[in-house]
């Protein structure tokens, strides 16, 4: 009896003591912060550019029709991580006659429609932007470098449609490229297609995305 109650009193001191020398699980290590987003005006290839702005200074650039990305509107991604998001204005291009307006034969409903694809042609999403013109107060500014009334060409953008698009990790460069333009006037209507055609007018590109955190330094081996 007394043997038994000895080696119960070894088990209750010795397990204790075997709990205390147990070492704790090894932590984890805290993941690294990513890096905070970034808004940048990014580098863009504009092949058909319209001009600048004669009170808003403005950048406009042509969005022509055509089914090879390589020929479109450019826009360079940064390296990123998760999905970047670019942004621009949308407009409709408008051939201005001030003789039209004064005769109130001016009226015309433009929709046009572009894509964002990557460069080997893959869409990855469409704008749209509707808008009618009436009077001259519908333009959103006269280009300047032409040969109307202060050095102004004749097109100029109407309409605006803030746009903005996801642009998946690992893309490194977008094209804008023209779908279809479809014109209604008092005289009739027609859509339009044709590679090489002006199709709409973008302004302020803009692109938010957080940038790629720095690669993790090798684990140095022990000798």
Do not use: W
Not at 80 to 95: C, I, M, S, V, Y
Not at 148 to 174: F, W
């Amino acid at each position: 009896m007394r043997r038994l109650i000895a080696i119960a009193l070894v088990a209750v001191v010795v397990t204790p003591l075997a709990a205390q020398t147990r070492k704790p699980p090894a932590r984890k290590p805290a993941p690294a912060p990513l890096p905070a987003p970034k808004t940048i005006a990014p580098d863009v290839t504009c092949p058909t550019p319209l001009g600048v702005g004669v009170k808003t200074q403005i950048t406009f650039c042509e969005v022509m029709a055509g089914r090879d990305p390589s020929g479109g509107v450019l826009v360079q991604i940064p390296p990123h991580k998760g999905p970047a998001t670019l942004t621009f204005d949308l407009h409709n291009l408008h051939l201005y006659s001030e003789e039209q307006v004064k005769a109130h034969r001016a009226y015309v409903k433009y929709t046009a429609t572009i894509g964002v694809l990557t460069m080997d042609n893959t869409l990855i999403s469409r704008a749209v932007v509707q808008s009618e013109f009436r009077v001259a107060a519908d333009l959103i500014d006269r280009v300047g470098g032409g040969a109307g009334p202060g050095g102004t060409k004749a097109v100029a953008p109407t309409g605006s449609e803030p746009i903005s698009i996801a642009i998946p990790e690992g893309e490194e460069r977008v094209s804008l490229l023209g779908e279809k333009l479809a014109v209604e006037r008092q005289d009739g209507s027609a859509t339009y297609t044709q590679p090489g055609r002006p199709i709409a007018v973008i302004s302020n590109v803009m692109l938010e995305y957080r940038p790629m955190p720095p690669p993790k330094a090798p684990v140095k081996k022990k000798k």
